[in-house]
C-alpha cells in the first residue's frame, strides 16, 4: 500500500540555522499539507499546495517557512531561521477523495 | 468560528472493557467532513474514518464503532472489548471549507492489561 514517507525521521539543528524537511507524498495525490504538533500538544495546519502553489497558509506559517516542490514527487518544509519553538513533529500530509494520509512525522530539536 | 473539543484529555479501563471517546465540533459550514485519527506511541497519525456531513449512519468496523449525530454536533467513537494494543492518543478532526484538518486536543487512551 502506498504510503506518505518523510526524511529525515529527526533532526538537530541550532537556533539560527536553516532546515529542510523532506516529504514524499503517495504519487496520484495532488494535495498536499504540513502540520506541526508541539511534544504533548494538538495538531496544527502550517499550510496548503495544490496545483504548484500554495493554497492556505495559517499564522504560524510566517515569513521563515517555505514549501516547494521541486522536482513533482518531493514535497520540502523550509524553515530559514530556525527559533527554538520551532521545536515541533512535522507531519507531511498528502491527500485523495477528501482525506488526508500522514507521514511518519519528522521530530525538529533546535538547540 | 470552527472548533473540536473533546473533552476527555485520558482514560484508563482494563482490557476488554468497552471505551467511548467523545468528540464535539462547531462549524458554520454546510459541507464539512469529520474524522478520528490514532498516534500510537510511536507518533504517527494513522487514519481511522472520515464522515461527510450528509451521512449521520453510523459506521462499524470491526471492533470500532462511530456515532455521528447532527443535532448535537457530536462524533462520537467507540472500542468494543478493548485491548492494550488500542493504546493511543485518539484525535477527532474537522475538515473545513478550505481544506484544512483543524484538530481536537485529543484524548490518551490507556488500557490495562
Known amino acids: 500500500e502506498p504510503e506518505v514517507t518523510q526524511t529525515p525521521s529527526h533532526q538537530v539543528t541550532q537556533m539560527g540555522q536553516e532546515v529542510i524537511l523532506r516529504c514524499v507524498p503517495i504519487?496520484?495525490?495532488?494535495?498536499f499539507y504540513w502540520y506541526r504538533q508541539i511534544l504533548g500538544q494538538k495538531v496544527e495546519f502550517l499550510v496548503s499546495?495544490?496545483?504548484?502553489?500554495?493554497?492556505?497558509k495559517s499564522e504560524i506559517f510566517d515569513d521563515q517557512f517555505s514549501v516547494e516542490r521541486p522536482d513533482g514527487s518531493n514535497f520540502t518544509l523550509k524553515i530559514r531561521s530556525t527559533k527554538l519553538e520551532d521545536s515541533a513533529m512535522y507531519f507531511c500530509?498528502?491527500?485523495?477523495?477528501?482525506?488526508?494520509?500522514f507521514g511518519p512525522g519528522t521530530r525538529l530539536t533546535v538547540l | 468560528a470552527q472548533k473540536v473539543t473533546q473533552a476527555q484529555t485520558e482514560i484508563s479501563v482494563v482490557e476488554k472493557e468497552d471505551v467511548t471517546l467523545d468528540c464535539v465540533y462547531e462549524?458554520?459550514?454546510?459541507?464539512?467532513?469529520l474524522f478520528w485519527y490514532k498516534q500510537p506511541p510511536s507518533g504517527e497519525l494513522v487514519f481511522l474514518i472520515r464522515?461527510?456531513?450528509?451521512d449521520e449512519q453510523n459506521e462499524i468496523s470491526g471492533r470500532y464503532s462511530w456515532n455521528f449525530q447532527k443535532s448535537t454536533s457530536s462524533f462520537n467513537f467507540t472500542i468494543t472489548a478493548s485491548q492494550v494494543v488500542d493504546s493511543a492518543v485518539y484525535f477527532c478532526?474537522?475538515?473545513?471549507?478550505?481544506?484544512?484538518?483543524?484538530w481536537g486536543a485529543g484524548t490518551k487512551l490507556i488500557i490495562k492489561p
Open positions: 500530509a498528502s491527500e485523495v477523495a477528501d482525506t488526508q494520509y
Open positions: 504519487s496520484n495525490h495532488l494535495y
Open positions: 499546495f495544490y496545483n504548484n502553489e500554495i493554497s492556505e
Open positions: 462549524t458554520r459550514d454546510t459541507t464539512y467532513y
Open positions: 464522515r461527510n456531513s450528509f
Open positions: 478532526a474537522l475538515r473545513d471549507s478550505n481544506y484544512q484538518l483543524i
